[in-house]
């Protein structure tokens, strides 16, 4: 019978809005990702002026501010080839104008003074007025060319006309105050270019200092200015090194509007080594400056602190410098170095070179092995991120605990707690004349020669050889002939390796890379992981006819076979194998691998998941036994776990695999818990298997960099690999149709660069999943721009925050590899509630009024501005992105597809969450109180367009998720403009629904809906369609068999679900702030109608969890978030709905722990206790 084409339908299908949004999304995605087509990297500038030499002590010779500091510094860069590989620029003196703008004219004129006068006398009493201070007759002249020459070079970097740059200048900058000279500074060189930029236009600077010296001037010339983070490491000794300063001490954060926008690092212990630094950078420095998203980098490179120095007394390589700039360029391309302190001359000379070597795209180099990050820097980076937590999303890893005890706290006797103090040993007293001669340390002549013989060593046994090549390619069509002839639109195609090879193409990048010859893997490799019973079946393949070699599939997990098969997988594993020689024999410094079939599901014996052979267990293998290597990395963010590598290499300590992957609790494909974070490795490999899962979907940019600072790069630097191959899937990219994720381009190609910083920049991306082929194009070209050192676009979103999952998985892979590795020490709980005084006065730190309280409330809450305010602020593009988040959720979660048996959908938008949740279908049962519909933990609202249409439904909507782990509280929204995350707001109609016991099954309604935090928040429909008799007849005339299911409804409605007039918030399950809770003591009642304690308000109140005042929300006065912002109290409970938000975490929080409170509230209401709606009941407060 011939078949018809159906007629043309106005319907749409939630498999076909599916399949649009996620074309739109990678479409999107794509066009980001243009825009760093034509950016490529450009020259690295370089400024210095020879005559700087001049600048010396002359009643001194011995004075460690010395020209042989620049000149040690030159000298060696010309050594390394570095400065004729530069884009070099004459050297110019900044204008009075200039310096005015943040110097008072009244030094400039005091320098006049001394400008080519020879009485050295004079020269010598006008420098003893102040601290560490020498004059010249020509320092004028050269403080002069150092400032105007910092500003000229980072003029250059913000208008684009080189890539970064370098201004090798002294006299130094960082010390030198608005109105007097200091610490052999006289004028700020890095604040006044920092100046320059923000006048130019550029919003967002970064400066790290990282001289010895705390570089106190630059933090009190920023000190309110919220457009500059100034970030400073210093020796300090509790005050008692140079400068001596209080302001020094990490409670220094910033005043005004520039609150939390000043981080003082204190070294309070001499010795301090790499892996300190190290530390710092991962767990202070880049989640700050990842969610900062600077603009502009400025280092003020002293080097006092490295190996050697008579000053500084630490122990950093010289080495390590490349490392800390490399992870700030992953961070902001437009970077620029400005010299500041260092007085041991070799290792001044070699860190400041090796500097410019990175500037200069270079790789860094490999470290020595590193020691355990210091009790003492412990102690310091927690107390900086405790004082910084307030103003920053992105310190959420640390647990918490209460100080106060007046009540037993719920958890915080089994956690290890870090106290939190400020200790002065200092004295800012400073006398009326300076010592100007012998007012320095010095070092004995053992110290300079065991000194001088570690930095031999260190010279010696680092590697600085360059490639011929910076980046080799490997691609061959032989890969293409793998596919699936009996179900063409299969995922795993040829057009992906295609798409991606002519994105490079279209992209230019072809010609910049050396292209390797392709060969096939040879049995003997392969066999070095796979068995010769698995070889021997696909080489079967090539004789079996298709319709056998499609029936031979259904014995493995989601593979296809064709005759061709054999060959592609062998080509695919033999490039790999080609970028390993390549790049191992210093031909290439990384590879990139465009292959398929991907590997690393295929373990020794079996095919599964789209992969035949494991291309990257095989490429670590081959690297280890043709080319004698101890340690290799395999960093998996593939989507899915590579569960095939992790069985083959779990006893291996020569191969450590990290993998970074959706899990969903076991449910995600490869549906097994070997992809949880509790399993680590066996033997040998005990702790070298480390699993990073996402326990839901959606994680993006932010949850991934997580992962990177918090375990990727402490695990990895302390691993300290010689080869890192990269399981390069990029099905976690926005738009994949199995993925469920949303990374962008961008991020993986800063993860990318992140990895330069190992191995000495020997990284090979090997291509694995992906199966939207716009995304894994535009994907895998930000990787390879990334290994070019090309800049990448990194979009500012100031919203974004780490998923509170995320950071629950985080959390629990640092607490099971704690013991393996040293570097995973930081995890101490820190104190809920404000335990410092505020800071001290400081001599030369003008601390401005807080006329905007708001501000940092302001800056923490973007998600709730842009959702909740009908104000021009709003940020709609995050709303909107937030409100697919959720609708894409629940889309997932309202599948009646059968469970899907092909291994082609699992984990896609159309999913069936029944799996995943533990629903099952059951027959109807009669409900003496109430009907609890078994669906998906969601009630999801109508736009205010539709409200009339849905509201007789929407008001009797409940559910009783008791087939999942936690009961998670819903709230009902009908008016998107009424979302709420960003702190307490209510409907005062919603009191109307639930306040009237007199009725039977009215009180149990809202019995329900107070237990499951359903509530309406649609003032206008609410008020106009019902009022308190009718929510009471509507209870008492509708029975259980009569009311309309969640499923029922959202079927009726599901046109408005695609146009996203529906959408939902889903509280979350748990926050970390539950720990801070004490029992509610039995004389505390959360009494109706108990006024504000700041205004006359009743109704639509608020009670703090913590210290249980109430106060009025945010759409009345606002007191509750006022007292949060005093008190940095978290959670409150609405008396309206009896919902829970946390003001830390910007949600609504549903846990059983919570139950004590709600019930409280509810007797107080309904006279009655609340349901018990949780899975177990041996959950309570006591």
Known sequence: MKKTTPPATSIVTRNGARKAKIQTRAMSAGAKAMDSKTRVKGPTGFVTEPRMAEHRCLWDENYPECPERLIGVIDRCRELNLIEQCKEYPPRAATKEELCVLHSPSVYELMETTHLNQDLEYLEEVSSRYDAIYIHPSTHELALIAAGSTIDIVDRVITGEIHNGAAFVRPPGHHAMRAEPCGYCFYNNVALAAKHALDKGVNRILIVDWDVHHGQATQQMFYDDPRVVYFSIHRYEYGAFWPSLRQSDFHYIGCGQGKGYTFNVPLNQTGMQDADYLAIWHQLLLPMAVEYAPELVIVSAGYDSALGDEKGEMEITPACYPHLLNMLMSICSSIC????????????????????RTLLGHAPPVLQALSEPTDSIRETILNSIYVHKPYWRCYNYQPTYRVRQSVPNVCDDEKQKHTVSVKWEGDETRPDRYATRDCYPLQDNEVKRKNREKLDHLRIVTNLALPQHQVCYIYHPAMLKHKNVCEPGHVECPERIMRIHERHRDYGL??????????????????????????????????????????????????????????SATMASGCVLQAVDAVLSNEAGSGVCVIRPPGHHADE??????????????????????????????????????????????????????????????????????????????????????????????????????????????IAYEYNPELVIVSAGFDACIGDP?????????????????LRGLAGGRVILCLEGGYNITSISYSMTMCTKALLGDPLLHHYDPTATCHWSAAESINNVIKTHKKYWKNLKFQLALPIEPVLDEPLPSIGLIITEDQNSTVDSDRLSGVSSSTLDDSPKSNGSRSTSDLNYYLEGNMAALSIRPKCNDGLH?????????????????????????????????????D???????????????????????????????????????????????????????????????????????????????????????????????????????????????????????????????????????????????????????????VENWVCLHCFITACGRSINGHMQAHYRKSSHPLVLSLLDLSVWCNECDAYIDNPLLYDAKNNAHREKFNEDMPWCYRSDTIQMH
């Open 906 to 942: 699992c984990g896609t938008d159309d999913e069936d969450n029944e799996r995943n949740e533990g629903l099952k279908q059951e027959p109807k049962k009669q409900r003496t109180d109430v009907e609890c519909f078994k669906v998906d933990k969601t009630i999801i609202g109508r």
């Open 337 to 356: 170095v400005v010299l500041e302190g260092g007085y041991c001359i070799p290792s001044l000379a070699e860190g400041a070179a090796l500097t410019l």
């Open 738 to 754: 199995l993925g469920g994720c949303k990374v962008t381009p961008e991020c993986y190609g800063r993860m990318t660069h992140f």
């Open 510 to 567: 072809l010609d910049r890379l050396h292209q390797l010859t392709a060969r096939a893997a040879t049995d003997l490799e392969l066999l070095s992981v796979h068995s010769e019973k698995h070889l021997d079946r696909l080489k079967e393949l090539a004789s079996t006819k298709l319709r056998d070699l499609n029936s031979q599939k259904d014995a493995f997990d989601s593979v296809y076979f064709h005759p061709d098969s054999l060959e």
């Open 944 to 1098: 205010s367009s539709s409200n009339q249409e849905a509201s007789s439904s929407n008001q009797n909507a409940s559910i009783s998720n008791q087939g999942a782990s936690t009961s998670k509280q819903c709230r009902l929204l009908d008016n998107p403009s009424n979302v709420n995350h960003g702190g307490p707001i209510e409907s005062r109609s919603t009191a109307t629904q639930t306040t009237n016991p007199s009725s039977s099954n009215a009180s149990q309604g809202a019995a329900v809906s107070a237990a499951h935090g359903v509530s309406t928040a649609n003032r206008e429909s609410s008020s106009t369609n019902q009022g308190p008799s009718s929510t009471s007849q509507g209870g008492s005339n509708t029975t259980p068999e009569d009311k309309q299911t969640l499923v029922d409804y959202l079927a009726e409605n599901m046109q408005a679900l695609v146009d996203e007039e529906m959408f939902a918030v889903i509280p979350q399950p748990w926050c970390p702030h539950l720990e801070s809770l004490f029992a509610i003591p039995s004389d505390v009642k959360f009494s109706q109608g108990v006024k504000c304690v700041d205004c006359e308000e009743t």
């Open 605 to 714: 014996e079996i095919p599964s998941g789209f992969c035949l052979l494991n291309n990257a267990a095989t490429a670590a293998k081959y690297a280890i036994d043709s080319h004698g290597l101890k340690r290799v990395l395999i960093l998996d963010w593939d989507v899915h776990h590579g569960n095939g590598t992790q069985r083959i290499t779990y006893k291996d300590d020569k191969i450590l695999y990290m993998s970074i992957h959706r899990y969903d609790n076991g449910s995600f494909f490869p549906h097994s818990t070997d992809a949880d974070y509790n399993v680590v490795g066996e033997g040998k490999g005990k702790g070298f298997n480390v699993n990073i899962p996402w326990n839901k979907r959606g994680m993006g940019d932010t949850e991934y960099l997580a992962a990177f600072t918090q375990v990727v790069l402490p």
